[in-house]
């Protein structure tokens, strides 16, 4: 975990008496620019105070997108479809067998801690998937969740190899978070050949999935994981009457 991680920080949970989280589940594959959105209208309406919080689990049909700071080299072949979004972070794949989390949650009732906020959300990722017993790491200079892969060929160096398994990249407008994670649960791990993920090209770091490290895990498992995980960082939560 990174250095800033592993100091201190302000809780995210909720504050006592708070309302839960609302948790909803898509079925199916959900348009890109359609979860946009929704995400742009239910953060503006949390900072009104006019909706709940939410998570909202989806699966996207294949594509990449960019955020704030993609490079172009780095989209190797355009095989999908290329969305420009405001997210932080660079190139990324979103695609069937893939569970994405879009986090809507209100900091001004957490913590103003965009940081704090990161940290919360790989400890979240990390927590879940050490409920398959996988030991997802984070790295300085290289965002996301990451798991060592001590049987692939080594670095020039020596230096063991890791995949991503997980990315992360946020958004803030009023202290209300959007945009969220993503967890490769069975995606089709030849998509991602397309871009240079988050920007890193050593050969040594690759990207990974849980049934690509030999577990047989479903979209199901994982939710319940990632739900579970949730609740011990962030707070309670609801169901989606959805």
Known sequence: MTENCMTPAPSLLAAPGAPP???????????????VAEMEARASAIAEGQASELVWLVEHPPLYTSGTSAKPEDLLDARF??????????????????????????LNRRSRDVRAYVCALEKWIIAALGLFNVKGEIRDGRVGVWVRRPEKPAGLNGEIAEDKIAAIGVRMR????????ALNVEPD???????????IAETHFGVTSLVDLGLPATMPDVDVALRRSFEDIFGPTVSSPD
Do not use: K, N
């Not at 479809?81 to 209100?106: C, N, S």
């Open 174 to 181: 009023r202290w209300v978070s959007f945009h969220g994670i």
């Open 81 to 106: 479809p290329v969305h420009a979004t405001g997210r932080g972070g660079q190139f990324t794949y979103h695609g069937p067998g893939q569970r994405v989390a879009y986090v809507m949650l209100d």
């Open 21 to 35: 989280v609302e948790w909803r589940i898509s079925e199916g594959l959900t348009d890109y620019a359609y979860a």
């Open 189 to 199: 791990l030849g998509h991602f050949s397309g871009i240079v993920p988050c920007g």
